[in-house]
């Protein structure tokens, strides 16, 4: 996330503050050394930015020492960027409590979720990961990269069932390893890709839009803001329990979808790359700054 975030540096000054930054980001970026010990206001004081971004909570609070510091910032605005918020279903109140003005959610979480005003910010595909020209000579294969194949998380059990079904029934290549590289040049080279919302949260993860901008057909369960994120329905479906994704898998590996895969693919070049959502992102802060009402592109409520 924090990679995202430097791409604001197109259209603003940015610095990042926090451990080993300064030494793998060098000054320019990072021009104070991390200290624990050194309270946040002091660092803010000499870095003197218009608007602090903070980190999701679970890194906050996991790397930050004298996090709780937030509260007495009180004289810029406070944006915080949250990934996994299905924490605050125990902690409602955090944000307020924390002095936080607003929340820009990587999930499509609806606004009653925080206790501060908010905005959902879906995820975006690298440009370089992005394919620039479609093909349709690839393996007729269903293709599942990534983890979460023996995780016990219950926001897994979709995932874990699907590919389960599927090697089973000799439909589906599995490849835990998640490098950059490698899993742009699989999706790439296969017709089909696997992916599922995460169980209760039905939202849609990274994954949907590095498939379909990878012109490999998306193969998921249902997520909220689908209408929103790819108009009509450019994906194949199966059923959360996945009661029918055998037969949905054989109907995929015998039929030709390149249109629907090519429709998909050019959704995502036109709305979900990250020179995009990083400039929606820099228009969403510059509003915040100025006291201006956010526009809110992918409001679901």
């Known amino acids: 996330m924090i990679d995202f975030v430097l791409g604001l540096s197109k259209y603003c000054e940015i610095f990042i503050y926090g451990p080993d930054e300064h030494e793998s980001r060098g000054d320019k970026v990072a021009p104070i050394k991390y200290d624990e010990g050194k309270p946040l206001k002091e660092v803010v004081d000499i870095i003197r930015p218009d608007i602090l971004v903070l980190p999701e909570y679970m890194l906050l609070t996991k790397d930050i020492k004298g996090y709780e510091e937030i509260k007495n910032i009180n004289y810029i605005p406070k944006v915080s960027i949250e ?42 595909v690298p440009d370089s990961f992005y394919l620039k020209e479609f093909t349709t000579d690839r393996f007729n294969k269903i293709l599942f990269f990534g983890g979460g194949r023996f995780d016990f998380n219950e926001l897994y059990k979709v995932r874990k069932k699907a590919i389960f079904l599927l090697e089973r029934n000799d439909m589906l290549d599995y490849f835990p390893s998640n490098t950059f590289s490698m899993y742009r040049d699989y999706l790439r080279k296969y017709k089909c890709g696997l992916s599922c919302s995460f169980s209760r949260l039905k939202m849609s993860p990274a994954k949907n839009f590095e498939i379909a901008g990878s012109g490999c057909l998306l193969f998921t369960n249902d997520f909220i803001g689908r209408e929103l994120l790819f108009g009509d329905k450019l994906f194949i479906e199966y059923n959360p329990d996945c009661s029918d994704i055998i037969a949905k898998a054989e109907d995929i590996l015998t039929h030709d979808y390149s249109d629907l895969a090519y429709a998909a693919w050019k959704v995502v070049g036109e709305r979900h790359l990250d020179s995009i959502r990083i400039l929606e992102l820099y228009n969403i802060l510059n509003s915040i700054m100025k006291n201006e009402k956010v526009e809110d592109r992918w409001n679901i409520g």
């Open 83 to 124: 990934v996994d918020a299905y924490v605050f279903e125990n902690l409602p109140q955090w944000h307020i409590s924390m002095g936080i003005d607003f929340v820009i959610s990587k999930g499509p979480w609806r606004k009653s979720h925080f206790s501060v005003p908010s905005v959902w910010l879906p995820f975006s």
